[in-house]
Every structure is written in structure tokens, then in C-alpha cells.
């Protein structure tokens, strides 16, 4: 998610209105670049703060003329229907038994249960469960909506009345008083269950950040604060340590109300005590040692007289009959009483944030010792199929099926609707998620039994709480021809990627089966809803479309296609005929495996949707077919494990668009020719001109296809195109290049061949070829974009082609498009329109003879897009890298760098070849060495599932640690300690001597030593990413690459399941091995599921980015918090989407001058972050340093301090010092730290900043300018003028030579290095002076500056890419009028008919300059 996010896209519109330089901007989760147009363009307010960004670049920015507000018209409907449901809250009052009344503030939307729950939390009213609310003697109905509620008013009082309990209300009663005193036990989260996940944010803020402000002590505030980093985080240490990841938190030693609290060996009550209302027995033992025994019945619970071995159910006297636990328990004990008040303090004070559930659950790799108490709740849900909240009776399972299903059928005309739709399926999916990760578990962990015991282990197939399991291996030889077992646990992730794509298309009708893959102890589970019905009959009979085996035999109906045809264009797939066993042709309109099956339920599913998407050649040689030559060039095509490598959903995208983008230029390219030759031979018939400016375009690229993709740099711009410059282009210009003879044709052509497409992500100024060392043309990045003539033309074509079916257009235009078409591969002749054919190249699979023309082109569509990706999609990743707008930090990252730009983690080796051979190699090195230590990784986590699979229960925690040792230990011989059998007495020891645990080989995995792991690693990296590693052992790999062994195991063991004893490791001890069996404390699941979208919000979201962008801050601030409303109406509250909104909020708010509001946002972006993602996911790391500058503009300047220094430890572990983002760090906290007045470490942490950014940015960047001017400063706070002098002249000269002599930077810089000459000559004549005079000196008095807050606070926003730019109220007025225009001008000139035509709306993106 991270790739130097902040929401705020570097693309500045003409307006100069916000550029936050430093920053990419991103979509929520990146992975989605759709916008909407929001429709109210006016009545901005007049007092917006404008900013802009990075300092240097204030005249720039006029040039890097880009569309900010580039949307597409949506839906203008969104804006009024959210006033709808944003009704106005009111106020009722409650009275509960035994307290005040006091106000609640509720919303017309929530439901009567929803008070319930506020209720259940609150510290006075927390111990009430069975209860209901009744207004004016009558019972409200817990499901019905406020607003329904008759009589209910503002002000109105609802009394909380006691309710008779039943079976079900006394155990939720008794699991909901559990939970209170557990509720500061973080065990849950290092335990990863019930979607807890830990927190640390408060440790570094002392408690809520609000509070702190307000108790600030003037004056004294500076010599308060101990700066004094520990020694770990000072640049250059080498020192690595584990143990601050988890901090310990005093509050977590659990203050003890209860020693024992249990279900009774009483229970259930016999028939004689049911009938005098009991209901469940519970034994206790309170802190004061007293043993006692309670009755749960009707009226509340009371104790009886039993004991452990007598009965007797009769009520004790006093019995202490309560409505509630915790009432009784407070009277029979005063340390519960004294304990529980305190406990539940505490409770209320934590952030809401650190005790909410996170929709997926979130697990720790790292943990303490913790001990294990006794629990009946928990050790009762171990035993049965618990699996919501409101299901406290075991055996009560869900039809998972039928409620993913209803979920989808519900009403979306609305939004509201929409709301209650996208919540029930977020809802729906990570219930299931959580069941199927349960179930899996289950099944490896041998507690289900199978549906087919007879058959071995490996074949088995498993039903649990109705959810299919079944393993990933090749049973029954499916895919022998397409890799075994290899292609086998491929398959569920590609069927995942199917599932998800169709989901995201959303047709009504059209069902997929909930999908989620598991990979646990090293093996692969698959978990799937059943179709109702499909374990009745065999799968012949049900299969009505697709194929069973393969292709032999195929079958097609109707009402599949005509649902699957409306799929075709979203994703891409082109229907097609295949032959079937009769040699008959079927139609098909997805690859041949995807089955279709009528279930009993009436519904037509899809499953098995491995090849959504078409193959990717690179990795799948076939015979007689050759890839195109830029592949040969790196060694394409490569023979993979299976024969299932397909290409990514984001690559056929990004490619779709650079067609498209290339389709404009030859149409518009065409038009001029046509143009230019009927100015030049106006006497001459215009028909001889049309054959000569036809024929060579369309062949050209049908010949050498990469021309197209070979000479295109993509680099991540959205899509903008000079329209007006284009047609305004006058005549002449055009006709030389049209007049060209034909054989230099290619030349334009090529030159049109140089698109830029919308990968994801930041969008960037236009860069052509010229770093891809493949350029053809010499015209390259020298000719600029808008020099295109006739795009316009083109596009009106384009459109009216669509609009009228061409038939009000002149032949010698549809000319022009049809050669276009034929160019770009389209699959029609009047308009763009590019689909894959997924089952080409399959084993198995023939076409009719009559296709063999259709045929050829899809198979030359899959060699352009397999070059594609080589020769642009890489290239481009790359560039980012080095011009920073993708900053990958861990594997995680890196791995998402990879797929928002369509490239699969199997080409990681030849990315990290590309990255080799670049000449700029140096400034790459953090990406490469995050690359090769996710190659590693990766190459240790294949080699670790294999290993898994040979290992027993008994001996698992010796296994894993034995191999964590070969892995990383410097320990050369490291041994494996077999466990030895803690059941076997002493005695009979000797007799048993060679008896192995469990008999078979199953300890094989104790004799891997470190030289055969990382032989097995090297060979791996070779065979499976054919990239060579020169590391025989791990001290190798890290001395060459420049790793950090704490790196390695962190990646290991997120990708692995591993969970670690959070300790001191010694890795480097040649004595003894690094880790023992103790220090293995878990494995957990890695799972991989759906995430269903919160698509209105997203919309909103988007809108509100872009209205930001245009310089509408306020605009854009009331579209992000009603896009942070929706976003909670869909996932609740915690999610990554709401994190980036908390974000981008909290970033409008300091912008806007609320600094109070931008702190209280950024808290809850950092615990949101830190509980959805991780600790320590780089993520969390940058909302951290957010969070510190916005402490420090509040005047918190120690906790901005320990927020800094927290980042930066967490920075060191996941990726090392070396790293761009650390000069950014670094040179907060030196601002920081200059601040405070601790000038030697500040300059510690800053000239290390400036180390890193000469490194990656270059000596002569702007960066390293402003790196220089801050080590000045501090020298100058010094009154050490020489050095600062030598800083600032360096400086000095690079501002000079990068923005010129009359640019301000490099005024304001003249200016600094005069000052500190005269400052630099007083002191000269000073220190003469005392020489000369003694003691007697007459001396001048020094003008030492401690620095400022208001300065430091500037420095701080320049180096975070904010700067405010002072405008006076006429310049506000005449910014306002231009945006105005614009937006006019383009609503104007808008259509939407090509929206239907391309997956960019090109008329929305190209602004309209004059």
C-alpha cells in the first residue's frame, strides 16, 4: 500500500493551486484509477489556503500543465442522495436502574440494537446485557430503525428494563463479563483470534494526543524534554534489537478481579432444577481464595450451596440474587469490586480504535511470553463451531452459500440501497473468511473428518460448517499435463484472481462460489461455499457450459453466454468457437475450464475461473511459436513449474490503454496526412492519395508489432493530451511530415508509437524512451507530446463512429479508423475495442478451421502483450524507482509495486536484471536489495513447505527452529535437537534407543544443514526466477547484498506463518545456533480472500483528490469526510481504504489551519494503520511521521520526538538505514531536534540525511540543496560559520545551476551566505580582539539565533511537501475564474459515448489550454 503515499497526486493543474511535490498520489488501496466527476464546479470559497510543492519548483509548475480534475461525468445523482441519509442526529435521554439519566446522541439510521451495543460499552451500564428499552411502557423492537419509532423525539427518556434471562441470554451474558476483564489482555492479538491485533501508538502519545495539548506548560516546556535517542536509532549503529518492537505496556499486567471463573461439572441442570428456572451452573474463585458456586436461572443469578463434590442447588443464605455477574460478585468481593472499577476506567479511556475488531484478522510475527490462564469461554469455543457473535449455541451452522448469494441479490438502484448492499457482502465475506481460515486449520490440524476417508491423505476432501476444503494437490492426475502438483498449487490463486474479477464486474445473475485459499503448515487449502445441490450428483451431469477435462469435451448454453457476454468487455475476454470431441464448433465466451452449473437453488454459477485471464508466453514455450524479439533479448520464453502462468488483470489494462492511446495517434496521424495531401495536390484527384497513405501504416505494425510496445516508455501519467494545441496546430506544420516520402514513414509512426498510459499510481510529468535503451526513432523524447497534429480530429471520429455506426461518415475516415483498428489489433473495424481469447495456446484445446484468421491475431495480441510487459511495464517500474514516486520499503511493498504495474512476482528476477544493468544503478540500490531479499525469501519460504509436509505434530517447533537456523544462524554445524519424547520414563529409555515418534521417516527434516539450505535456495532462485545468486551461506548473502539478517527473518516469517519468541537473537555466534524449539511460539494461516469495494465511497473519495488537486480545499474536504462516512457505513470502522481518508483528511486539516483536527485524524490514520496492516508495515512507519509534524505545529515537541524515533526503529528493522525514505526521516527529526536546541545530534541525523540524498537523488538534486541549507543552519546555531559557509555555498551552486540566478531559492540562498560572512567576520574580529586585548577586551556582543519554532515549522512543511504560498484575495479571484473556465470549457466539450469504447475516458482528460 505504500509507495510514498499521500493521497495527493503530484499532477498540478494550471491553477498552481496544490502540489504536494513530494508526494505520489494514490487511490485508497492503489489499485483502482476510476474518478467521478464531482457536479457542483462552483461557488468556491474565496478563503482556501493554496499551497504548493516542493520550493524549488514554484515556476515549474506553471509548465507541468496536467488535468487534475480529470473525471468522467459520474453520477450526478450521488451528491443529492447522500443529503438523504445524512439526516440530522437528536438527543434522547436513558435511565438505567441504579444511575443517573444521561444524553445519548443517536442517528434516525441506526437501529434500536445499536443503543444496546453503546450501552454494553459505557463504564456505568457495561454489565447489563439481558435488557430492553421501552419508551412510555411500550418494548422497542430491537431491529427496528429510530426514525420509525413513534413518539420518539428529541428528548425523549427511554428507561433500560430488566428482561427474564433464558439459556442463550446467560451464556452471552457470561461470555460478555469474560470479555470485560479480559478486555486489557492483549493475548487475543499475539494469539491472533477473535480479530484482535495490537496497537503500541499510545505508549508514545502517554494516552490520547487531545488531552496532552491542552496540559502544555509555557516557558519551561524546552528543558523538559529528554531528546536523547536510544543508541540503536543514532545513525551508523549496526545494532538491530527485536525487543522494542512490542514496547511493554504497564496496563497490559492485568489487574486480577477473578482468580477462576468456569462452567460447573453440575451443569446442565436436571429436570427437577430446570423446572425452578435454572439455567447453567458457574463455579468461581474469587481473589480472596473463597471457592463458590453460582446459579444462572431466569431472575438473575445467586448463590447456591454446592461444592466440587457435593450437589446442592439449593440458594445459599444470603444468596445475593442479581440481575447481573458482576452486581453479585461485587458484593461477596471486595477486591473484585475495587479491581473491576478500575479495570473498566481504563477500558473507557483507550482509543475506541485499539479495541475495535479489524475485518480480517491481522497476525504478529513476533511475541512475548505470555501465560496461559484459564478460560471456559475460550476452551469452550475450541470444541464448537462458534462462528459469530450471536451464535452461543454449538451446532447452529450457516448456509455461507446462500448468504453470499442473497447478499448479491439485494436492490442497488440507490445509494442507500448500494450502502446496504456493499455492507452485507463486506459483512458476509469476512465472516467467511474467518470460518474458512477456522475450518482450514481444522483440516490440516486433523480435527475434521473426510468426505472420502478410504482414499490417502493427499486426495482427501473435507465439509466443515458447510464450506468445501479441499487440498492443493494434483489428485487424480487433473493436471498432469499442465505441471502436477506445481500447477495444482497454482491453481486456487488463479482461480481467486478470477473470482475476484468477476465480482468486481458484479453482473446480476451471474454467481461465483465464496473463494478462499489458506496456505497453513505447509500445505494449501482451498475453502468454497457449496452449490446447493452439486454433492448429489456427479459433475458430468451438472456441468451445462464449459468443459470437465480440459477441452475433449465441451458444452454451451444460452443463458451462460448471454451472462458471460455481458463480462466480455470488462474483462476483456473475446468470445470464440471451440471444437468439441464430435468435431462440432461451441461458442464460448470465457476459457474452456470455467463450468458452468445450475445449482438447485435455481442460480447459474461459475467455478473454476483459473483462466480468467490469457496466458503469458514469456512463461509458457510453445512449439513453432516464437515471442517477440525484445523477449528473445532476456531470455524469453522460460520454462515455468506449470503450464498456468497467466497475465495479471492490471497488465491487460495498462496494455489496453497504450493500444488505445496508440490507436488515437495513428487516426489522428492519418487525418493530417489525408489533410496535408489534399493542400498539396489540390488540383490532383484526392482518390490517388488514399492508397499510397493507407498501406503503410497498418502493415507496419502487423509486421513489427513492438514498434508499438518497444519504443513506448510508459511512464505513469494520466492520459493528457493537448487537445486545443492539437488542433490549432496550423496546416504547415503537418505537411512537412506528411510529405515525406513513403519510405520514411516509419518515422511518424514510430514517434505516434510513444504513448503514455495510466499505469497506477502518481501520475508523473511525460517521459518518452530515451532511458529504455531501446529506441528506435531519432526523433524520441525530443519531439514533445502535443506536436501530434489532428488528435482532435481523430477523436471526433473516433466518437462519431460510435454514435452513428459510421454511417454518416465518409468513407475516406472510416478508412482511417478501419487501418487504426487493423493496427492496434482491435477485434472491430469501426471502433477500438481489444478483447482476449483465453484459451489459446491451451493444451487440448482446438478451433474450428474457419477462426484460423481470428485466431492468429489473438495469438499475435498475446506475444505484444507478453513484450509489453518486458519492454514497457518494467522499464516503467523502474523509472518510478528512480524518480521516487514508487518507494517500495519491504517485500510486501515491492510485491504490490509489482502488481499495480501488471507484472508478476515470477519475472522478480528479471526486474532485479534490469535493475543491474541500468546505468543509474547506484541510486537503485535500495529497490535492488529489497528485491534480492525478497527473492531469497521467497526461495527459502518454497523450500520450507515442502519441508513442513515431512514433519509431525510433536516435532514441529524443533523443526521450524532447526530450520530458522540453517537459514540465518552463522552457527555452521547446526544440529537438530530431535525432541526427545517427553512421555518415555527414564528406564525403559535404553530399550527404545533407535524407536523414532511416530515410526516412517519423518524426522528427514533434521538432518538439512545451512550450506544444503542455501544450495537448495540458490538453485531455486536459478530454476524458478532464472536469476543467479553468488551466497553459499547467509553471512555471504549479507555481506554481498548488504542485508540485514533481522530483515530476513522478519520476511520469512510474515511469509512463512512463523511466530517468534520476541527476545535477543544472537545471530552471528559461531558457537551456538541462533534459535531453540522455545522460541517457536505459533504457526498461523496466510490467507488470501476477496476484499469486496465500497464503490460510492470510493467515488467520493476520488472526487474529493481531485477537487484537492484543483486547489478546492474546502470543496474537497466535505466530498473526503462524506466519503469517509460512506466508507464507515460499509466496513465499519476500521479498514486500509478509511485509513488513506483518515490521511489525506488529517493533511487537509493541517493545510486548512486546524491543526487540533489534523492531529486527532492522523492518531486514528496511525492506530488504524498499525491494526489492519501492522506494526510495523511501512504504511505505519509514514503515518508515524505524519502524526510527529503535526505534534510538532501543536507544540508536543517531546511526543513528536518519540514518534520520530519509533519510526525511525521500525524503518531500521523492515528495511535499514540505506534507504531514500530515511533521508526524509532523518531530516524531520534533525528539524526536530535543532528545535529543541540539541545542535550535535541534530547534525548527527541530518548530515546523514544529506549522505542518503546525494546518494539517491543525485549531488545536483534540489533535494540535496535543501539538505545542505538545513546542516547550515545548525552549523550557524553553533557559531560554527565555516562549516555553514562551505554547507550553504554548496547549495548555493546547486540552486544556481538548476533554477538560475533570478529564481528565489537561489536568492534567498545569496542572501543566507552574506549573512553568514558578516556573521562569520564579527566573530573573526572578535576573537582578534581578545587575542590582542586580553581580558580587558572591549567585545561586541554575538548575535547567537536559536532557532524559531514558526522557522523550524516551516523547514518541517517544506521538506514534507507542504508549502503555503501567501495570495492575495485578486489572486484567489483569478485563480478561481480560470479553474471555472476550464471545468466549463471541458463539461462543454464532453461525450460519453466513447466511455463505452475504452477503459479511459480520453475527452475527461485532456485539458484545454489557450
Known amino acids: 500500500m505504500v509507495s510514498k503515499t499521500d493521497d495527493i497526486p503530484a499532477s498540478v493543474p494550471n491553477c498552481n493551486a496544490v502540489d504536494l511535490a513530494e508526494e505520489g498520489g494514490e487511490t485508497p488501496d492503489s489499485k483502482e484509477t476510476t474518478s467521478v466527476k464531482d457536479p457542483c464546479a462552483c461557488g468556491h470559497s474565496a478563503d482556501t489556503a493554496v499551497m504548493n510543492g516542493n520550493g524549488a519548483q514554484e515556476d515549474e509548475a506553471e509548465s507541468k500543465q496536467d488535468g487534475g480534475g480529470d473525471t468522467d461525468g459520474g453520477d450526478e445523482s450521488n451528491e443529492q442522495e447522500v443529503i438523504v441519509i445524512q439526516d440530522t442526529g437528536f438527543t434522547v435521554k436513558i435511565q438505567a436502574p441504579g444511575t443517573e439519566p444521561f444524553d445519548l446522541q443517536v442517528s434516525p439510521q441506526e437501529m434500536v440494537q ?18 430492553s428499552l421501552q419508551l412510555d411502557g411500550n418494548v422497542l423492537d430491537n431491529f427496528a430503525e429510530l426514525k420509525s419509532i413513534e413518539g420518539l423525539l428529541e428528548g425523549s427518556l427511554l428507561k433500560v428494563v430488566e428482561e427474564p434471562y433464558t439459556v442463550r441470554e446467560a451464556r452471552i451474558h457470561v461470555r460478555h463479563i469474560r470479555d470485560l476483564l479480559k ?34 506548560k509555557k516557558g519551561s516546556e524546552l528543558e523538559q524534554i529528554d531528546c536523547t535517542p536510544p543508541e540503536h536509532i543514532l545513525p551508523g549503529s549496526k545494532d538491530r534489537p527485536l525487543v522494542p518492537l512490542q514496547p511493554q505496556n504497564k496496563d497490559w499486567k492485568p489487574t486480577l478481579c477473578l482468580k477462576v471463573l468456569t462452567m460447573s461439572g453440575w451443569n446442565p441442570p436436571p429436570g427437577n432444577r430446570k423446572m425452578h428456572g435454572d439455567l447453567m451452573y458457574l463455579y468461581m474463585v474469587t481473589v480472596e481464595e473463597r471457592h463458590i458456586s453460582i446459579t444462572a436461572s431466569t431472575r438473575g443469578f445467586y448463590l447456591n450451596q454446592s461444592t466440587t463434590y457435593t450437589f446442592n442447588p439449593k440458594p445459599a443464605n444470603p444468596s445475593f440474587l442479581s440481575h447481573s455477574l458482576v452486581e453479585l460478585l461485587s458484593q461477596i468481593s471486595p477486591a473484585f469490586k475495587k479491581n473491576f472499577t478500575a479495570l473498566q476506567k481504563k477500558r473507557v479511556q483507550r482509543h475506541p480504535f485499539e479495541r475495535i475488531a479489524t475485518p480480517f484478522q491481522v497476525y504478529s510475527w513476533t511475541a512475548p511470553q505470555m501465560d496461559h490462564a484459564m478460560d471456559c469461554v475460550r476452551a469452550e469455543d475450541a470444541y464448537t463451531s462458534r462462528l459469530g457473535y450471536e451464535e452461543h449455541i454449538p451446532g447452529q451452522t450457516r448456509d455461507w452459500n446462500e448468504e453470499l448469494q442473497t447478499t448479491r441479490e439485494l436492490a442497488r438502484k440507490n445509494l442507500p ?31 475434521v473428518m473426510a468426505i472420502n476417508p478410504g482414499e490417502e491423505t493427499r486426495m482427501q476432501m473435507f465439509i466443515w460448517n458447510n464450506i468445501f476444503f479441499s487440498l492443493g494437490f494434483d489428485v487424480r492426475d487433473h493436471y498432469r499435463e499442465l505441471g502436477g502438483d506445481a500447477a495444482a498449487h497454482a491453481a486456487p490463486t488463479n482461480d481467486l484472481n478470477g473470482v475476484r474479477a468477476y465480482g468486481a464486474v458484479d453482473v446480476e445473475g451471474l454467481y461465483t462460489l465464496g473463494t478462499v485459499v489458506v496456505d497453513y503448515r505447509g500445505y494449501r487449502v482451498t475453502a468454497q461455499s457449496i452449490i446447493p445441490g452439486i454433492l448429489e450428483r456427479e459433475q458430468e451431469q451438472s456441468v451445462i457450459y464449459g468443459s470437465i477435462d480440459f477441452g475433449k469435451t465441451v458444452v454451451s448454453h444460452t443463458k451462460y453466454l448471454e451472462l458471460l457476454e455481458k463480462t466480455s468487455r470488462p474483462l476483456k475476454v473475446q468470445k470464440h468457437n471451440v471444437l468439441n470431441e464430435k468435431e462440432e464448433s461451441v461458442e464460448l465466451c470465457s476459457s474452456v475450464e470455467c463450468k458452468g452449473i445450475i445449482g438447485n437453488d435455481g442460480r447459474h454459477y461459475i467455478l473454476d475461473l483459473l483462466r480468467t485471464f490469457p496466458p503469458d508466453l514469456n512463461f509458457l514455450p510453445v512449439e513453432g511459436e516464437d515471442v517477440p524479439p525484445e523477449c528473445v533479448r532476456q531470455g524469453f520464453p522460460r520454462q515455468h513449474r506449470h503450464r498456468l502462468a497467466c497475465l495479471r488483470q492490471d497488465l491487460i489494462e495498462a496494455f489496453v490503454e497504450h493500444r488505445y492511446l496508440l490507436f488515437m495517434k495513428m487516426a489522428a496521424l492519418q487525418l493530417m496526412q489525408q489533410k496535408a495531401n489534399k493542400e498539396n495536390k489540390v488540383a490532383a484527384l484526392p482518390e490517388t492519395s488514399s492508397p499510397a497513405l493507407k498501406a503503410p501504416p497498418a502493415p507496419l505494425l502487423t509486421d513489427n508489432p513492438e514498434s508499438s510496445t518497444d519504443s513506448s516508455e510508459t511512464s505513469t501519467e494520466t492520459l493528457t493530451e493537448s487537445n486545443a494545441d492539437a488542433a490549432a496546430a496550423p496546416p504547415t506544420e503537418a505537411a512537412p511530415k506528411a510529405a515525406q516520402p513513403d519510405g520514411a514513414h516509419t518515422t511518424p509512426t514510430q514517434e505516434a508509437a510513444t504513448p503514455t498510459t495510466t499505469t497506477n499510481g502518481p501520475s508523473e510529468p511525460v517521459a518518452t524512451a530515451t532511458q529504455n535503451g531501446e529506441c528506435e526513432s531519432p526523433l524520441e523524447g525530443k519531439e514533445p507530446e502535443d506536436s501530434i497534429p489532428g488528435l482532435a480530429q481523430a477523436k471526433e471520429l473516433a466518437e462519431s463512429l460510435v454514435a452513428e455506426d459510421g454511417s454518416g461518415i465518409d468513407p475516406k475516415s472510416r478508412e482511417v479508423v478501419l487501418n487504426a483498428c487493423k493496427a492496434v489489433g482491435s477485434i472491430s473495424n469501426t471502433s477500438f475495442d481489444i478483447r482476449f481469447n483465453p484459451d489459446i495456446f491451451s493444451p487440448g484445446v482446438r478451433f474450428p478451421d474457419d477462426s484460423v484468421e481470428d485466431i492468429q491475431k489473438q495469438k499475435q495480441l498475446l506475444k505484444d502483450a507478453a513484450a509489453f510487459l518486458v519492454s514497457c511495464q518494467i522499464p516503467s517500474l523502474v523509472k518510478d524507482c528512480l524518480d521516487h514516486s514508487a518507494l517500495p520499503m519491504d517485500g510486501a511493498t515491492l510485491t504490490e509495486a509489482l502488481h499495480q504495474r501488471g507484472i508478476n512476482i515470477r519475472y522478480l528476477g528479471n526486474v532485479l536484471e534490469f535493475v543491474d544493468k541500468t546505468p543509474a544503478k547506484a541510486q537503485l540500490e535500495h529497490f535492488y536489495r529489497i528485491g534480492i531479499c525478497e527473492l531469497i525469501t521467497r526461495c527459502a519460504k518454497h523450500f520450507f513447505k515442502t519441508y513442513l509436509q515431512g514433519v509431525e505434530l510433536s516435532a514441529l517447533s524443533a523443526a521450524v527452529s532447526h530450520f530458522l537456523n540453517c537459514f540465518l544462524s552463522s552457527f555452521a554445524d547446526a544440529v537438530a535437537h530431535l525432541p526427545t519424547d517427553e512421555l518415555v520414563s527414564r528406564r525403559k529409555n535404553r530399550k527404545r ?18 550450506s544444503e539450505l542455501w544450495k537448495s535456495i540458490v538453485s531455486e532462485a536459478q530454476s524458478y526466477y532464472h536469476f543467479t545468486l553468488y551466497c553459499e551461506s547467509v553471512d555471504l548473502a549479507v555481506e554481498k547484498y548488504g542485508l540485514q539478517k533481522i530483515t530476513l527473518l522478519r520476511e520469512i516469517s510474515i511469509k512463512a506463518g512463523i511466530q517468534i519468541l520476541i527476545k535477543e537473537y544472537n545471530f552471528d555466534s559461531r558457537h551456538k545456533p541462533a534459535f531453540t524449539e522455545e522460541d517457536i511460539l505459533n504457526i498461523f494461516p496466510v490467507v488470501k480472500h476477496v476484499n469486496p469495494k465500497a464503490s460510492d465511497a470510493f467515488h467520493f473519495f476520488q472526487s474529493g483528490q481531485a477537487k484537492v488537486q484543483q486547489g478546492f480545499l474546502k470543496e474537497g474536504c466535505e466530498l473526503i469526510n462524506e466519503a469517509l462516512n460512506l466508507f464507515n457505513n460499509v466496513y465499519g470502522a476500521m479498514h486500509v481504504e478509511i485509513c488513506a481518508c483518515l490521511r489525506l483528511l488529517a493533511r487537509l486539516n493541517y493545510i486548512m489551519g486546524d491543526h487540533a483536527e489534523a492531529l486527532s485524524n492522523q492518531q486514528k490514520a496511525v492506530l488504524m494503520s498499525e491494526r489492519v496492516l501492522g506494526i510495523e508495515h ?82 545536483r538534486s534540489l533535494k540535496v540543496a535543501l539538505s545542505h541549507h538545513l546542516v547550515a543552519r545548525v552549523y550557524e546555531s553553533k557559531a560554527e560559520f565555516r562549516s555553514a559557509l562551505q554547507h550553504e555555498k554548496e547549495g548555493y551552486t546547486i540552486y544556481k545551476n538548476q533554477v538560475g540566478e533570478a529564481h528565489e531559492k537561489t536568492k534567498e540562498s545569496s542572501e543566507y551566505l552574506k549573512y553568514l560572512t558578516q556573521q562569520a567576520v564579527a566573530l573573526q574580529r572578535t576573537m582578534n580582539e581578545i587575542y590582542k586585548n586580553g581580558s580587558n577586551a572591549s567585545i561586541m556582543p554575538l548575535k547567537f539565533t536559536a532557532p524559531s519554532m514558526a522557522s523550524v515549522l516551516e523547514q518541517l512543511n517544506i521538506i514534507n511537501g507542504i508549502i503555503f504560498i501567501p495570495l492575495s484575495q485578486k489572486d484567489l479571484e483569478n485563480l478561481k475564474a480560470e479553474v471555472q473556465r476550464r471545468q466549463q470549457l471541458q463539461e462543454a466539450g464532453r461525450s460519453d459515448e466513447l466511455a463505452e469504447n475504452s477503459p479511459l475516458e480520453l475527452e475527461d482528460k485532456i485539458p484545454i489550454d489557450d
Open 1178 to 1259: 511501512p504504511n505505519t512507519i509514514q503515518e508515524y511521521m505524519h502524526l510527529a509534524l503535526y505534534c510538532f505545529a501543536n507544540g508536543q515537541l517531546s511526543t513528536a520526538l518519540k514518534l520520530l524515533y519509533r519510526a525511525r526503529y521500525l524503518m531500521l528493522m523492515v528495511s535499514g538505514e540505506d534507504h531514500p525514505e530515511m533521508a526524509l526521516l532523518d531530516s524531520n527529526i534533525g528539524l526536530v531536534l535543532h528545535g529543541v536546541m540539541e545542535y550535535d545530534l541534530s547534525l548527527r541525523f541530518l548530515e546523514n540525511a544529506l549522505a542518503i540524498n546525494s546518494k539517491y537523488h543525485g549531488p
Open 993 to 1010: 534407543k533407535n524407536r523414532v515418534p511416530g515410526g516412517g521417516d519423518n524426522t528427514a527434516w533434521a538432518s538439512l544443514t545451512p
Open 114 to 131: 445499536e443503543i444496546h451495543q453503546v450501552l454494553m460499552d459505557r463504564e456505568d451500564t457495561c454489565h447489563r446485557t439481558c435488557f
Open 183 to 216: 478486555s486489557l489482555d492483549p493475548s487475543d492479538s499475539y494469539n491472533g483470534v477473535d480479530c484482535n491485533s495490537l496497537s503500541f501508538l499510545s505508549l508514545f502519545t502517554d494516552g490520547d494526543l487531545g488531552d496532552s495539548g491542552k496540559r502544555k
Open 417 to 447: 440501497e448500494r450502502l446496504l448492499r456493499e455492507r452485507a457482502i463486506f459483512k458476509v465475506h469476512s465472516d467467511f473468511a474467518a470460518a474458512a481460515t477456522r475450518g482450514a486449520m481444522a483440516v490440516i490440524d486433523g480435527n
